[in-house]
């Protein structure tokens, strides 16, 4: 009798089965493995961001995600691509154009600031991506239109977009002080006083003047800077 009941049970469970709905995984594809990688480098910063990684958060191996992404590189220049996307470019205006590139510029750094490390990715490779190719245009056009020579204008992009990089991820690294890679934690105060201890003999100037070398809030120093390349131009 038991070895009969327990063949109707698993004939039971057999035919419930049937009925059970069908789970499907959704599909890899290449939206949801940057999605899931700029999800990974916002909580984790951009360090921690590995193909192997991607895949395990999407609950597959490394090799489906090399069927829709070629490899890492292939991924940062999306990430970059997809970040690019985000910044709108202005019609390119004679009498506003050093504000207009500011502007642009300040769109970039804050894509980037929301996602720690990850303009390292920018300073990898030569951009491929349409949308980062986008921005270059606009900020070429803009300043054409403000009257600077195109070989001026495109060192000045250049020198624009890397201190861009160079701006966020020193950022970045001074976010996560729990990490010892990204110790450098920023204290204003206690550099100040550093500064005012040193010898006034060897150093007269940085004493002198320790107040404005640790001035600044905001991205004032950002902006300080583009200007003063844009006034040169």
């Known amino acids: 009798m038991k070895r009969k009941s327990s063949s109707r049970e698993e004939w039971?469970?057999?035919?419930?089965?049937?009925?059970?709905?069908?789970?499907r995984k959704e599909p890899i594809t290449v939206d949801r493995i940057v999605t899931t990688?700029?999800?990974?480098?916002?909580t984790e910063g951009f360090a921690a961001l590995t193909m192997r990684r991607v895949a395990a958060a999407l609950g597959t191996g490394p090799a489906s995600l090399y069927a829709h992404v070629r490899n890492k590189a292939a991924l940062d220049d999306l990430l970059i691509g997809t970040l690019s996307r985000n910044v709108s470019v202005p019609t390119p205006h004679a009498a506003r154009w050093r504000a207009q590139?500011?502007?642009v510029c300040g769109q970039l750094r804050d894509q980037f600031l929301r996602y720690p490390g990850i303009a390292q990715a920018a300073?990898?490779?030569?951009?491929?991506?349409?949308d980062t190719?986008?921005?270059t245009?606009?900020?070429?056009?803009?300043?054409?239109?403000?009257?600077?020579?195109?070989?001026?204008a495109a060192w000045a992009i250049d020198a624009a977009l890397l201190y861009v990089s160079a701006y966020t991820v020193e950022a970045s690294l001074r976010r996560h002080p729990d990490r010892a890679e990204d110790s450098r934690v920023v204290d204003r105060?206690?550099?100040l006083a550093r500064l005012r201890m040193l010898p006034?003999?060897?150093?007269?100037?940085?004493?002198?003047h320790a107040d404005k070398l640790n001035s600044g809030e905001g991205h004032e120093r950002f902006e300080f800077t583009l200007q003063l390349l844009l006034n040169g131009l």
């Open 37 to 42: 990688a700029l999800a990974l480098v916002e």
């Open 133 to 135: 190719l986008r921005i």
């Open 200 to 208: 006034v003999s060897r150093f007269p100037h940085t004493v002198e």
């Open 137 to 152: 245009e606009g900020l070429l056009g803009i300043l054409l239109a403000g009257g600077v020579a195109p070989k001026p």
């Open 12 to 23: 039971a469970a057999q035919i419930a089965a049937l009925d059970a709905p069908v789970v």
């Open 189 to 191: 105060d206690e550099i």
């Open 123 to 130: 300073l990898a490779a030569a951009p491929a991506n349409l």
């Open 101 to 103: 590139f500011v502007e």
